[in-house]
């Protein structure tokens, strides 16, 4: 069309008028290009030598010290080496004190290795344990082989009596020690599945306690009516399980959750008519809730006992409701019957950069047999927790635990779950 600039024309125009220098006009100067670099390059080398490098108040300090220490996880979780230990013993042991030894530290995995681990230890209430254990790592199958011993005594174990019927004044102590001498497997053919099996030889006693505060179980309850008192019996148990482990991090969990399921046979070695079986399920899951500083986690985990025709069990292997993990507003073993079901639930919520909170409610029964639980012998127990932990791992927790017998503080270790 006459008159008009076609626009591949115009277009071409543009970008060779974009690609022009503007001339220079009054009062204006064009620096060459490289004069132009070189000023700019000046420029920065002007600005990058007045810039310091940001400096951590005396605070700072010592928190990226302890960040890059793990101070909580090495007095809490071990030593590499020789180190004070503690004796895993059951609430109400009294202070405990004692010394371990461990060939590896406990967050170290190492495969085709072996690992040496030692424990003794007491408690003020007179509670003991001796105990070792060697663990074989081979390569290349995913095994770990663990073979160990010990022998404990505690003199002052609590017993109510059986069912939810039992009553807080029947309180009773009994002794119970025990040599146990056995070896593990675990199989993990593909992570998060993993498979145990087990075989150990157990030799426990029992007898009158060493409470002066309560009377014996046996001066309270007719020896009769407790299956094992008194009874020095000796059983070959063997357990096979199998677990699903997808926690973010097993040692302070925030997401995920952990399935697992454990089977065990008791088989008496002597004349006792103690021939019975014990099935666990422990069902973990937390649920961040909407980021990780705050954690729903919720427990489901039963256990059953049945014994072979004219057999009972041990009073002292029944499963136990109360104390630091089940029940936390009773006292330790306060329910005890053949079967047992907890639930457990918690909010977590981070307060301080090393300490959660937590509200926490569970609930509980024993019964004689699965087909007698019901809803009306249900026991309640609720609290507030606080958990101290490190950058990677938990470290202890105080519970502050109520129910319908009282409020009960408990100061622990380990995690409730």
Do not use: C
């Amino acid at each position: 069309m006459r008159g008009t600039t076609p626009i591949p024309k115009l277009i071409a125009a543009l970008i060779l008028a974009a690609a022009i220098p503007p001339a220079a006009g009054a009062g204006q100067a064009t620096d060459p290009p490289e004069t132009r670099a070189l000023a700019l390059a000046a420029e920065r080398d002007a600005k990058s030598a007045t810039v310091t490098t940001p400096k951590r108040t005396s605070i700072e300090e010592k928190l990226y010290w302890y960040d890059n220490q793990h101070l909580l996880d090495k007095v809490f979780a071990g030593w590499h080496g020789l180190h004070l230990a503690g004796g895993d013993f059951p609430a109400g042991a009294g202070t405990k004190y004692g010394i371990g030894y461990d060939t590896a530290s406990p967050d170290a995995v190492h495969p085709n290795r072996i690992d040496v681990s030692a424990r003794a230890a007491r408690s003020t209430m007179g509670y003991t344990r001796v105990s070792g254990s060697v663990a074989v790592r081979p390569v290349p199958a995913p095994i770990e082989i663990n073979v160990g011993a010990q022998k404990y005594e505690f003199p002052q174990e609590d017993f109510f009596g059986f069912g939810v019927s039992s009553r807080q004044s029947n309180r009773t102590d009994y002794l119970l020690r025990s040599t146990e001498v056995g070896a593990d497997l675990r199989w993990t053919p593909r992570r998060p599945l993993a498979f145990t099996a087990g075989v150990w030889r157990l030799r426990p006693e029992t007898g009158d306690g060493t409470d002066s505060r309560f009377p014996s179980s046996a001066d309270l309850f007719d020896a009769a009516t407790l299956p094992g008192y008194g009874v020095d019996a000796e059983f070959v148990r063997t357990d096979v399980g199998a677990s699903i482990d997808l926690r973010d991090n097993p040692a302070h969990p925030h997401a995920g959750g952990r399935y697992g399921v454990r089977f065990a046979s008791y088989q008496p070695q002597d004349s006792s008519a103690f021939d019975f079986r014990r099935l666990e399920i422990d069902l973990q899951h937390y649920l961040p809730i909407p980021n990780r500083y705050r954690t729903l986690a919720f427990r489901a985990s039963a256990v059953f006992t049945d014994s072979s025709a004219g057999n009972e069990v041990p009073f002292y292997y029944l499963p136990t409701l109360g104390g630091a993990q089940a029940l936390r507003g009773f006292r330790e073993f306060r329910f005890r019957d053949r079967d047992s079901v907890i639930v457990s639930a918690e909010y977590r919520w981070e307060a301080w950069w090393m300490l959660d909170g937590a509200f926490f409610v569970d609930v509980g029964e024993v019964a004689p047999s699965r087909r007698d639980f019901t809803l009306s012998n249900v026991e309640t127990s609720y609290g507030v927790g606080f958990r101290l932990h490190s950058n990677k791992a938990f470290v202890s927790r105080l519970d502050l635990a109520f129910s319908r017998e009282g409020f009960i503080p408990l100061l622990r270790f380990e995690h409730a779950f």
